[in-house]
């Protein structure tokens, strides 16, 4: 597993700290089981009591909590920030079996890397880049001229279509559709193009098209059963939780985070470091850095207060027949 | 096809009955079609009309609904309950061809049952075990050292990744993703755990983990294209509608029914029996036997009279105009 | 690729058109790159500058946009009429290999057409039909008597279970499972029929039902990560966005279009041209022609009056306080 200082940990996770630096954070774990160079997080308010029992060596929280832990990452979304970091730490895990499985088709003017593993039963079309030390898993469909890059993990039955392309380091969960489209490619257009250190969970579909490359940045995370439109372009560090559904053309800024279940319209801008709430549906573009929510989603805060003014309706269905009951009295 | 009295059929869905419990249920169909010694049900109230006409031994029927016929079952949710029923007649329905098909990777440390069929083009890793009778189907992926229980279907294309555990008679259709996980599984313990009578719907994602295991409880029944978290617990007997997200380290207690596309937050604990409706997002726990609703999910009946309040505005502006034409009148 | 003149692309698109219908339309293109001969669309309002400057012989216009461009196509959404007229130009696009993989199973009971193109790993069980020039990528299982028409693509690991039928000139992306199902079909009876022409995306999940079959109807075309019930009847030409879920035993008129993850109630039937609108849930009829939105869907004008009504309550609140002081006042 590797290692990193609370420093370069935090670099690569894009969010400030708090404290000693130079520490070194060996892995990941629960605030329960964590020890001594470990780091853990605070996400929900019931878990803040057990911060001062706590053995991990540095705690992600939210940025606004009141603590006196050090040294602490500061995130507005502890929980997803934690979830990188244990990507991080992990990701490395791989066993390297090597070698092609009899089983395979791969057709022979397909580009081979080194220590390779395909699996059987895994198809690799005319003109395929298969880069060093990829591991493809039973089941997995690689279309004619689609490139994989090198330690990427494709697991069971992920499809790649055509000329898709697939970045470093890349771990694709059993499922994963890349580049659905009727249209064959363009000579040197990719329908797709995954860049490094992507991550997709399990059944997640990304769209492909001929014109303009559905584009996924580097380090973008994406939970399982997303959808993401053609000609879309996610920025680098993007965090998509389960089941959002995005639209054609588009575009996320650097680090954006779209929570559970959130649909965003064809052809919106959101931009970097923006956070979308669950299940909104984001009908324009987001301005960087703005927390939004709702149906249509809107600045967060308004929407806690529209929500909040809808709750204080029966207090002012009851003023109102007091006026009204007043003013006859008045009358009278 | 099994047979059950009514009673012993109300026990195994946990809904009470009015009527004579001792009579024969043979099978079940729909209201129009049901036939003498068939359960049929009534959810829709356009159906109520023909309750006189129909000739089904026993009706599942709303708890509330004023009706003369028995037996009938009465529940909060007459659809799901039926479709329980449906199960129960139908998941026997099993054929059993046999044999391992030569186009299969078995490896040879893998614990093979009796009597079990492994259809072509099936990979059975390292350390894996297949109960007895159980039926794999085309292009189905077992990983290393996970275990397959008795009388199993595992339609075409599911993957099982390493370490996990699905129950006896479970059922999994086709292309349902249990345990992606980038972190190889401690020796003893399985990201996943899907215990007995168990079904999923198709291209089902159940995400693992390898601190504490994602376990879903004996009998639950999920829907197509649902994601369930890292570290979750599904109590006994809960249904799960389709493209329900269940965030990670939640905890249903048994017969919690979640309608469909339902987001549930991580870390949130949801009361046995309780119910919540279409499209809610559970942001807080949910007592048990409690209906819940909306965005963020509350009471029903709360949900229902703030959408009741919403509807009575237009009113209420006029009322606040008319208050203010008094108001000045009075004055001058 | 296919030649329509603007009328009869028209035809097949179900929407009018203004100026000469008689002009060739050789190609879809977007605004900026398309060129005469080719006919392009404006959805997103900010996209009305670039109408002067374009060089497309027609476009796809918002029914109700005022300008002077001719011929224009209108539409009430004009977006998914473009994604339409793109998949008429390009379906056709299809290369045929022809022939059959030693690696695929095959049984010998299976009627095979002309020129069909079967990759490696593909099952086709007993009784089943494949149509001529059909081409089924790797790893494509299909079921025990089920009816795969002429002219079909089935993308890698599609799932066609026992006795299910898809029509003539259908395409279904990667991982769709078409019939998921624990009852055996009666003889006579499929599970599932998918009409001619239908498109269905990736990851797409058709249930099955031995009692009364969902049917698909001709044209539909259904985005990635949808889910259908049993016993649902879609007509034809209806657009269903993705991740909807439908329910069991719904009716859908002709050319109803639903966008992205809509869910509809179990039983409900939404009327011929109906339209409804992101993130709605239908829990009754929705007459044809008209357009819904909400949770629970209703009348967009009326949903949208009702969000104007719970945005002017800031407003209401300071006028009753105002009301309130003014009524002090007059006493005092």
Not at 136 to 161: Q, R
Request: glycine content about 10%; hydrophobic content about 40%.
């Amino acid at each position: 597993m590797p290692k990193f200082t609370l420093q370069e940990l935090c670099e690569k996770l894009g969010e400030p700290f708090e404290g000693d630096g130079s520490i070194q954070i060996m892995g990941v774990a629960e605030i329960d089981s964590a020890k001594e160079g470990e780091i853990s997080f605070v996400a929900n308010p019931k878990y803040v009591a057990k911060i001062p029992i706590c053995r991990a060596s540095a705690l992600i929280v939210h940025k606004d909590l009141d603590t006196d832990f050090r040294p602490v990452i500061r995130s507005s979304n502890p929980y997803l920030t934690f979830t990188q970091a244990l990507y991080l730490f992990h990701k490395d895990q791989r066993k390297l079996s090597g070698g092609i499985h009899p089983s395979c088709h791969v057709d022979p003017s397909v580009q081979l890397g080194e220590d390779i593993t395909i699996m059987p039963h895994v198809i690799v079309e005319r003109g395929a880049v298969i880069g060093d030390r990829s591991i493809l898993y039973p089941g997995v469909f690689v279309g004619e001229g689609a490139v994989i890059g090198n330690d990427v993990t494709l697991y069971p039955n992920v499809s790649i279509y055509a000329g898709c392309r697939v970045g470093d380091q890349s771990i694709l969960h059993a499922g994963c559709r890349i580049g659905p489209i009727n249209i064959q490619p363009a000579a040197e257009k990719p329908p797709v193009v995954l860049n490094d250190d992507v991550e997709l969970g399990a059944n997640v579909v990304i769209s492909g098209q001929s014109e303009s490359p559905t584009v996924i940045g580097q380090g973008v995370k994406i939970d399982n059963l997303v959808q993401i439109g053609a000609g879309t372009q996610v920025g680098p560090h993007c965090i998509i939780v389960a089941q959002v559904a995005i639209g054609d053309h588009v575009t996320l800024g650097e680090r954006v985070t779209i929570a559970g279940q959130v649909v965003v319209s064809p052809g919106v801008t959101i931009g970097e470091k923006a956070q979308v709430g669950a299940k909104s549906v984001v009908m324009d573009d987001i301005p960087p850095c703005a927390v939004f929510w709702g149906v249509p989603a809107q600045a967060f805060s308004k929407e806690k207060r529209l929500k909040a003014n809808i709750a204080r309706l029966p207090k002012m269905f009851d003023k109102i027949q007091h006026i009204e009951d007043h003013l006859s009295e008045l009358e009278s």
